[in-house]
C-alpha cells in the first residue's frame, strides 16, 4: 500500500475532527463568560421578555458561574442618572439537566427610563484559584443591546 499526501493529509483531519470537540471549534474569547440573547429586544415597560444565557463556551474556558447577576444598564455616556437595575440575580443548578443554560421570563419594570442605549448586562461570579491555592470570586461580563420605548 503505497501512502500519498492526499491520504495521509486526510487522516490526519479525520482524527483531529474526532478528537476536537465541536464546541471548542466555536468557541471565541468573547464568549468567555457565556452568551445572553433576550427575546424581544424592543420592550416597553410592562412587556414581558425572556432571557436566556448559555454557558457552554464559558465552561471551556474554565470558567463555572457560581452566580449569575442580569441588570439593564446605559453602557455609553451615562451621566449618573441612569443607574442599574437588578433583573434577576440567579444561582445555577449544577445538577439540572442543563447545569449550563439558564431561562427566565419577566416583565420589564415600570422604571423610569432616558432617552439612551440601553443593554442588558450579565454578570458573571466565579471561582479563581489564588497564589496559595485557596480560591477567591472574581467577576466578568456580557452584554447584548435593547431598545426601550418609554
Excluded at 457560581?66 to 434577576?88: F, K, S
Amino acid at each position: 500500500m503505497q501512502l500519498s499526501f492526499s491520504t495521509v493529509f486526510a487522516s490526519l483531519a479525520a482524527v483531529l475532527a474526532v478528537a476536537t470537540p465541536a464546541a471548542a471549534q466555536q468557541c471565541f474569547e468573547a464568549s468567555r463568560f457565556g452568551n445572553v440573547n433576550v427575546s424581544p429586544t424592543t420592550l416597553s415597560p410592562g412587556d414581558t421578555f425572556t432571557v436566556k444565557a448559555n454557558f457552554t463556551c464559558a465552561a471551556q474556558f474554565g470558567i463555572h458561574p457560581q452566580y449569575t447577576d442580569y441588570y439593564i444598564e446605559v453602557p455609553v455616556n451615562n451621566n449618573g442618572y441612569e443607574p442599574p437595575i437588578l433583573l434577576a440575580r440567579r444561582t445555577l443548578n449544577a445538577s439540572s439537566p442543563t447545569p449550563l443554560l439558564d431561562q427566565f421570563t419577566m416583565q420589564l419594570p415600570y422604571a423610569y427610563y432616558f432617552n439612551a442605549s440601553y443593554v442588558v448586562m450579565l454578570d458573571v461570579t466565579y471561582s479563581q484559584s489564588g497564589t496559595n491555592s485557596s480560591s477567591y470570586s472574581v467577576v466578568g461580563g456580557i452584554e447584548t443591546p435593547i431598545k426601550i420605548l418609554y
